[in-house]
């Protein structure tokens, strides 16, 4: 029963991505300097480039910040992940490590074809892991970071029908990371 509701859930979130995504980045702007300051339900602030806007999800309300390209053909989300204080861990590496296979599991568990193509260690304000994988053939990067506490993923992604090269998805990326470098967790 759990399993069946827990795979509801992960359909109609794919399902969202897939038709309210936005993607392609071939004409990101990585010069643009942050300017806009947003603050999620949660404890996450960031800042965003001037040629990004925030959409509010009212629908599932899956997302703590939806973050849209205005050409609207590239998304990038944070999604809060909640843990419980129950659990015990060694230190916030395995925190981190622990939290980022639930998450590739609860992936897997969605997709009849699921690859993970990269994993990396990242270098910012947090402990953090960007892991860039195939969902159906279409291509994903999600940044698991956090502290104490509180985790989030960062999911960034190309509308459907819009399958950029892999130097566009690098550049959804690096935007991507240059968000998070910015970012501040309460």
């Given at each position: 029963?759990?399993?069946?509701?827990?795979?509801?859930?992960?359909?109609?979130?794919?399902?969202?991505?897939?038709?309210?995504?936005?993607?392609?980045?071939?004409?990101?702007?990585?010069?643009?300097?942050?300017?806009?300051?947003?603050?999620?339900?949660?404890?996450?602030?960031?800042?965003?480039?001037?040629?990004?806007?925030?959409?509010?999800d009212?629908?599932?309300?899956?997302?703590?910040?939806?973050l849209?390209?205005?050409?609207?053909?590239?998304?990038?989300?944070?999604?809060?992940?909640?843990?419980?204080?129950?659990?015990?861990?060694?230190?916030?590496?395995?925190?981190?490590?622990?939290?980022?296979?639930?998450?590739?599991?609860?992936k897997?568990?969605?997709?009849?074809?699921?690859?993970?193509?990269?994993?990396?260690?990242?270098?910012?304000?947090?402990?953090?892991?960007?892991?860039?994988?195939?969902?159906?053939?279409?291509?994903?990067?999600?940044?698991?970071?956090?502290?104490?506490?509180?985790?989030?993923?960062s999911?960034?992604?190309?509308?459907?029908?819009?399958?950029?090269?892999?130097?566009?998805?690098?550049?959804?990326?690096?935007?991507?990371?240059?968000?998070?470098?910015?970012?501040?967790?309460?």
């Amino acid at each position: 029963m759990i399993k069946k509701l827990f795979l509801s859930v992960f359909f109609y979130f794919f399902f969202f991505l897939f038709i309210l995504g936005c993607s392609s980045t071939s004409n990101l702007d990585k010069t643009n300097r942050l300017y806009k300051q947003i603050t999620a339900s949660g404890n996450l602030q960031i800042k965003i480039p001037n040629n990004w806007i925030e959409i509010k999800d009212n629908h599932n309300q899956l997302f703590d910040i939806w973050l849209v390209n205005k050409k609207n053909d590239a998304s990038i989300v944070f999604i809060p992940i909640y843990i419980s204080e129950e659990i015990v861990f060694n230190n916030e590496l395995d925190k981190l490590d622990t939290i980022k296979e639930i998450v590739l599991a609860k992936k897997k568990a969605t997709s009849t074809n699921f690859a993970i193509l990269e994993k990396t260690n990242l270098n910012n304000n947090f402990i953090s892991q960007s892991i860039r994988y195939l969902i159906e053939g279409k291509e994903y990067n999600s940044i698991i970071f956090g502290k104490n506490n509180v985790f989030y993923e960062s999911q960034a992604y190309i509308k459907s029908g819009n399958q950029p090269s892999s130097l566009s998805l690098n550049d959804l990326i690096e935007v991507q990371e240059h968000i998070l470098k910015n970012a501040k967790i309460k």
